[in-house]
């Protein structure tokens, strides 16, 4: 009987532990997801950022116009939607509602936002003087297959030559 009672308490126990490993981390308030992930899996366990690859010219010259294309390297996440010049916010959320109307409440302390078309950010200017440069820091919001959101910063340099 004792062993037959204490075989039922360790599969009870090994029940609870199982359960407690499927528990989500995800934290939402009034609609929104807290962004509280970006290097965490939804169970809590570590989880590395989508690489950011950059497709732009090293150089160019004062008035020529600089195109340059940024797009993750990490197939699993959707690249939703890139920010510049954002504020930094103790509690960071993001509206859940991927195609919502409300496009400036869409990440906490972020007004400018950078075009995006099919997971790419396209960036086009003409610099006025030269030397080596750097992008204002780009908040970038994706998106996994689970649904949930992250963001990650990222900046780049280039040099403009007379």
Known sequence: ????????????????????????????????????????TKNGEKLAQPSVELLAPDTIEVNEKFKAQI????????????YFDCQLVANPTVD???YTANDYKRLDGCK????VKNDTI???????TSGIKTF??????????????RTQ???FRYYVAE
């Open 1 to 40: 009987m004792r062993f037959f009672l204490t075989f039922i308490g360790i599969c009870v126990l090994a029940s609870c532990q199982q359960k407690q490993e499927n528990v989500s981390i995800v934290e939402y308030r009034n609609g929104r997801q807290l962004l509280t992930l970006n290097n965490k």
């Open 112 to 115: 400018k936002e950078l075009f």
């Open 153 to 155: 910063n990222y900046s």
């Open 96 to 98: 859940t509602v991927v």
């Open 71 to 82: 797009y993750l390297g990490d197939k699993n996440y959707r690249l939703i939607a890139a």
């Open 122 to 128: 396209r960036i086009e200017f003409q610099p006025t």
């Open 136 to 149: 204002s820091e780009i908040t970038i919001l994706t998106l996994d297959k689970e649904q949930i959101f």
